[in-house]
């Protein structure tokens, strides 16, 4: 399956971007897709995953409460919502899919073998 991350841009701080991520040469079903993203000369950090059976969704402390993830199955397209938007946001977001994640490792993007091109964020202050 390839992955296609899109929606990135420049916002000011306290604004909202709509990341996407859509899928081709196959669907979503079953897997667990995380976005993650990488600051300038920082190490690559977990945002949010969303588990497709059962619909779970979980986030890292930082973006909890102004980030949302969802599905549009018919689009095969997951899309990451980003609310209230810091300076500190400001990244090369990822979009990645397994089938078969670990549970207790979703934030591990070492769990991800299938992974789309950045898409890079920039809030200004």
């Known amino acids: 399956v390839q992955l296609q991350a899109s929606g990135g841009g420049l916002v000011q701080a306290g604004g909202s971007l709509s990341l996407h991520c859509a899928a081709s040469?196959?669907?979503?079903?079953?897997?667990?897709v995380g976005w993650f993203r990488q600051p300038p000369g920082k190490e690559r950090e977990f945002v949010a995953a969303?588990?497709?059976?059962?619909?779970?969704?979980y986030y890292a402390d930082s973006v909890k409460g102004r980030f949302a993830i969802t599905r549009d199955n018919a689009k095969n397209t997951v899309y990451l919502q980003m609310n209230s938007l810091k300076p500190e946001d400001s990244a090369v977001y990822s979009c990645?899919?397994?089938?078969?994640?670990?549970?207790?490792?979703?934030?591990?993007?070492?769990?991800?073998?299938?992974w789309g091109q950045g898409t890079l964020v920039t809030v200004s202050s």
């Open positions: 990645a899919a397994c089938r078969s994640c670990i549970l207790s490792s979703l934030r591990d993007g070492r769990q991800y073998p299938y």
């Open positions: 040469g196959g669907t979503f079903s079953g897997s667990t």
């Open positions: 969303l588990r497709f059976r059962g619909d779970y969704t």
